[in-house]
């Protein structure tokens, strides 16, 4: 039974910002300056830049190309991506990563709906003359059952769009990523030039170097540039499902996460230079005899800094001459560039009930509704948004480490010879096949990728978690079997439950989704100089965590131009999928 061939992104400009609307958004002008500001320490901001642009390229860059890698192959979600490739016993990894999206999409929700408060807000009533009267704004905002309210707006308005299809939030970012970028990039040379701006900057820039020992600093670095990027939530997995082949996942993966991080950056160098201003400059604070006095500021803009943002771009903007008007803009583009991202979020999980036979038109509203509920308790209260933020955030540590062991695990054992070749055969395998012999127009990717997954990712993950559980045993302050917002007992105790669930899920009801005669079709959309076609692949599962691949083609094509790829990788054993 032939189905019809997924919709593709109309053009690679519309995939590219369609992409970074994915990930561009509240993550770099929300999120990451808090950050840098909770871990900046008393003199700079410096260490933790370093770190965090370190773990771009030893951690982000390395997952998200597994990411466009798995999606685009398998036109599947993660849960039956891991399926495809590993066995049906590994569907439970695949699954957490569909829980870390989801968890982050709850609470996602509730953010997207604060910058929709803000929008209407400033188009109500005028921008705040000073920080204190910014400070209340937030304060009452949080305190109130508005994000209830508009928690729920955003979970309506990404239901609307998802239900138009990729067309629809296609054309959607091709408008409001751009005009976002430029009111981002419009702000920051705004800022940087005020008076006692460079002091932000020199602050922000400067290194104090004793925060190298603190862990906390490296597990929000690696985590906040998971966060920024996008590495390890599967949204990559999403919409690469609708990549053609010629759209490179090597490029894409490496330039939009770069593209990415300077935006955050940024966006960080501007609320820095925006404090300073204020502080120095209007508040007369001399930041050589009073530093502490700028830098307490930083931290104490509601619970745990999470309205840094949100009240210091109005601020800005309020020394602007028509600084209203640019407020409302800007707060209209960052609601739509949070609905892009939460997009991206929803589909995932509409694509994972999809793959085991749900019908859209169910899935979405049932999606919708899980998301609403799930994220009422960060909507009724800011601490819990605050516990879900640091669980799911630092969850990406872990979904992150599930793409690794797939690369890890995918034809592991057909390695030959030294240990060390034995334990490259996966990665290696993976890029072939997956990557450099499946791509058209592509860049090659490198032997150095398959190193960092193989070899430097396992050290981060068990070095920042191990380092963690250890700083926060020996650190009584909030003891560590405290169920406050940032515990390990917090974050542990909700890991576990889950990964439990996904474990009975996958014991108990799995036989409901064999798939031990699973057909769907494949779909080879580019259009190629030699062939026109398409395949239809028919999955067998042998055993509990092996499959072979049929492939009947409906068409005489070559067997290295069908969907899955070159004759090479399946020869006559192809077992190791």
């Given at each position: 039974m032939a189905n019809d061939p997924p919709p593709m992104f109309s053009n690679t400009l519309a995939l590219c910002l369609s992409c970074l609307g994915c990930v561009v958004g509240t993550g770099n002008i929300w999120r990451f300056p808090r950050i840098v500001a909770n871990n900046a320490g008393d003199r700079g901001g410096l260490v933790f830049l370093i770190v965090w642009l370190m773990f771009l390229l030893l951690w982000s860059i390395p997952v998200i190309l597994i990411e466009y890698s798995i999606g685009r192959y398998t036109r599947k979600g993660p849960v039956e991506s891991f399926g495809i490739l590993l066995g049906k016993g590994y569907r439970w990894i695949g699954g957490w990563v569909f829980v870390v999206n989801l968890g982050i999409c709850c609470y996602y929700s509730v953010v997207l709906g604060w910058c929709q408060y803000y929008l209407i807000h400033v188009i109500a009533y005028p921008l705040p003359e000073n920080v204190t009267e910014s400070q209340k704004i937030f304060s009452d905002m949080s305190n109130s059952n508005y994000p209830v309210l508009t928690h729920f707006c955003s979970v309506f308005f990404v239901m609307l769009i998802i239900a138009r299809s990729v067309k629809t939030f296609e054309k959607v970012n091709l408008f409001f990523v751009p005009t976002l970028l430029l009111i981002i990039f419009g702000t920051f040379i705004y800022a940087v030039t005020l008076p006692s701006a460079s002091e932000g900057l020199k602050y922000l820039f400067r290194p104090q170097w004793s925060q190298l020992g603190h862990a906390r600093l490296w597990v929000d670095a690696i985590s906040q540039n998971a966060w920024d990027t996008g590495a390890g939530a599967g949204l990559f997995i999403v919409y690469s499902i609708y990549m053609p082949r010629k759209n490179g996942v090597v490029k894409f993966g490496t330039l939009i996460p770069m593209c990415n991080n300077i935006v955050s950056l940024v966006s960080a160098m501007t609320t820095m230079a925006t404090v300073f201003h204020v502080k120095v400059h209007v508040d007369k604070v001399d930041p050589n005899k009073n530093l502490k006095e700028i830098v307490d500021i930083l931290s104490s803009n509601g619970e745990a800094n999470t309205g840094?943002?949100?009240?210091?771009?109005?601020?800005?903007?309020?020394?602007?001459?028509?600084?209203?008007?640019?407020?409302?803009?800007?707060?209209?583009?960052?609601?739509?560039?949070?609905?892009?991202?939460?997009?991206?979020?929803?589909?995932?999980?509409?694509?994972?009930?999809?793959?085991?036979?749900?019908?859209?038109?169910?899935?979405?509203?049932?999606?919708?509704?899980?998301?609403?509920?799930?994220?009422?308790?960060?909507?009724?209260?800011?601490?819990?948004?605050?516990?879900?933020?640091?669980?799911?955030?630092?969850?990406?540590?872990?979904?992150?480490?599930?793409?690794?062991?797939?690369?890890?695990?995918?034809?592991?054992?057909?390695?030959?010879?030294?240990?060390?070749?034995?334990?490259?055969?996966?990665?290696?395998?993976?890029?072939?096949?997956?990557?450099?012999?499946?791509?058209?127009?592509?860049?090659?990717?490198?032997?150095?990728?398959?190193?960092?997954?193989?070899?430097?990712?396992?050290?981060?993950?068990?070095?920042?978690?191990?380092?963690?559980?250890?700083?926060?045993?020996?650190?009584?302050?909030?003891?560590?079997?405290?169920?406050?917002?940032?515990?390990?007992?917090?974050?542990?105790?909700?890991?576990?439950?889950?990964?439990?669930?996904?474990?009975?899920?996958?014991?108990?009801?799995?036989?409901?989704?064999?798939?031990?005669?699973?057909?769907?079709?494949?779909?080879?959309?580019?259009?190629?100089?030699?062939?026109?076609?398409?395949?239809?692949v028919t999955l067998i599962r042998s055993g509990s965590s092996s499959s072979r691949l049929v492939h009947s083609m409906t068409e005489k094509t070559p067997l290295s131009d069908s969907v899955h790829g070159p004759s090479s990788v399946y020869g006559n054993d192809s077992t190791y999928l």
């Open positions: 840094l943002t949100f009240v210091w771009v109005p601020t800005l903007y309020s020394t602007l001459t028509g600084g209203r008007a640019l407020a409302v803009f800007f707060f209209l583009c960052l609601v739509f560039a949070g609905i892009s991202s939460m997009v991206a979020q929803v589909e995932l999980v509409i694509r994972t009930v999809e793959d085991f036979g749900a019908k859209r038109r169910y899935a979405l509203p049932c999606t919708s509704l899980v998301v609403f509920l799930l994220g009422l308790p960060s909507a009724m209260n800011i601490n819990v948004l605050v516990n879900q933020d640091f669980v799911w955030g630092f969850g990406l540590l872990l979904s992150g480490s599930s793409l690794i062991f797939l690369v890890f695990w995918y034809g592991t054992h057909l390695g030959q010879g030294n240990v060390c070749l034995n334990i490259l055969a996966g990665a290696n395998r993976f890029r072939k096949d997956l990557v450099n012999d499946y791509g058209i127009g592509d860049w090659t990717l490198p032997i150095v990728w398959a190193i960092i997954v193989t070899f430097v990712t396992p050290l981060e993950v068990f070095g920042m978690i191990g380092w963690w559980m250890y700083d926060q045993i020996t650190t009584d302050d909030p003891p560590w079997w405290s169920y406050s917002s940032e515990t390990l007992f917090a974050a542990a105790s909700q890991w576990i439950f889950w990964a439990l669930v996904l474990i009975a899920l996958n014991v108990f009801c799995g036989h409901r989704f064999d798939g031990s005669s699973t057909t769907y079709h494949q779909f080879d959309l580019e259009e190629d100089d030699d062939v026109h076609s398409h395949s239809e």
